[in-house]
């Protein structure tokens, strides 16, 4: 039985590039590929807590690893050659406390 790893994803990084005419923020991605990062469908709990709490759908829930330092908040997500969103709040553990290499969820939905 081999070890547990995650996949590559991408994630698109936002930059603000400056303002348009309304005064609204105006942002470049940048994707990044983040390696090791584990997928697993969204449960019946995950999704129905979502659909109340959000509004949205969650298709997957991916854990990303302890030494990870990027924003993952209202991210597009590159899975599988299809693209996502995160959103919610991401739940973040105590490293110590928690024994394999991942210690944060994040929920994504379909993105068009």
Known sequence: MGKLR????LLYEKTLTGHDDFGDPVYTETPVAVDNVLVAPASDTEVLTASNLYGKKAIYTLGIPKNDTHDWTDR???????????FGAGLEGIDDLIPLQWNKKVMVMHYE
């Open 6 to 9: 995650g996949i590559t994803v």
């Open 76 to 86: 597009r997500v590159g899975l599988w050659g299809k693209m996502y969103k995160t």
